[in-house]
Structure formats: C-alpha cells, structure tokens
C-alpha cells in the first residue's frame, strides 16, 4: 500500500513545443489590434458618455462636488467599456484575418516556386483546390 508510481521525468521549459513564428506573430498583432481598437472605440465614447450624462443631470442633486464627478465618470467608464468591447473584438478579428489571408498567400507562392523540394506533387495539387474554394487568388 505505500508503493509509489514510478519516476516519470517531467518536461522542461524548453522541451515544449512551440508554436511556428507566423502564429505567434499573427496572435500578437490581433492582441494589439484589439487594444487599439478599445481604445479608439472607448475614449470618444468615455468623453461622449460623461459630457451627456453632466448634461441630462443638471436638475439632480448630489451628496457633493465629489459625488457628482464619480457618478459622470462612473457613466463614461460603462460607455468606454461597452463600446471600447465593440471596437476592439473587430479589429482584432480583420487584424487576424487580414494577416492570416496574407500568410496563406506568402505560403501558396512559395509553393508555386518549392513544389518539388518540400512537398509532393499531389499535396500541391491539394493545397491549389483548397485555395481554390476559399476564392484565395494565386
């Protein structure tokens, strides 16, 4: 009852596989494209937010100075979040496209001039009827 299971050697760091240049590439790009984009969708929409919300709420009446400020900002930051999250999954999204159209066509041309010192004549002729149906120009 007290036997251990056998020794079994653990991976190191650099044995992991690693994913291929352009992959990690193409992530990044989408990643920063979506920070811009959140930024580009949620800054104007923060100072929209808060100038409408100070406007509507000329009537109210607040605790405070304090308490009005929080309660304008506290408008702009949903503003910045709601429509920042809009901006920023699609331009992420035409970033990664855009990059992954432009790494299958690198790829399909350097296939055109390699066919016969990376890949058999057949895995050509797949790769061409696949480009084919997603109406990629060669």
């Not at 690693?18 to 920070?35: D, L």
């Not at 949620?42 to 405070?64: C, K, M, T």
């Not at 790494?103 to 390699?114: N, V, Y």
């Amino acid at each position: 009852t007290g036997r251990r299971p056998p020794h079994r050697k653990t991976a190191a760091f650099g044995d992991q596989q690693q994913y291929p240049e352009e992959v990690v590439n193409i992530i990044k790009s989408a990643f920063t494209g979506g920070v811009v984009g959140w930024v580009y969708g949620g800054v104007p929409a923060f100072h929209q937010a808060r100038r409408a919300f100070i406007e509507r709420s000329q009537g109210e009446l607040f605790q405070n100075q304090a308490d009005a400020v929080q309660s304008a900002h506290r408008a702009g930051l949903r503003s910045f979040i709601r429509y920042g999250w809009r901006w920023s999954w699609r331009v992420a999204a035409f970033v990664a496209i855009f990059n992954t159209y432009w790494l299958i066509s690198a790829c399909a041309l350097s296939l055109q001039f390699d066919v016969f010192s990376h890949f058999s004549l057949g895995e050509y002729y797949s790769v061409l009827a696949v480009l084919e149906q997603l109406s990629i120009p060669r």
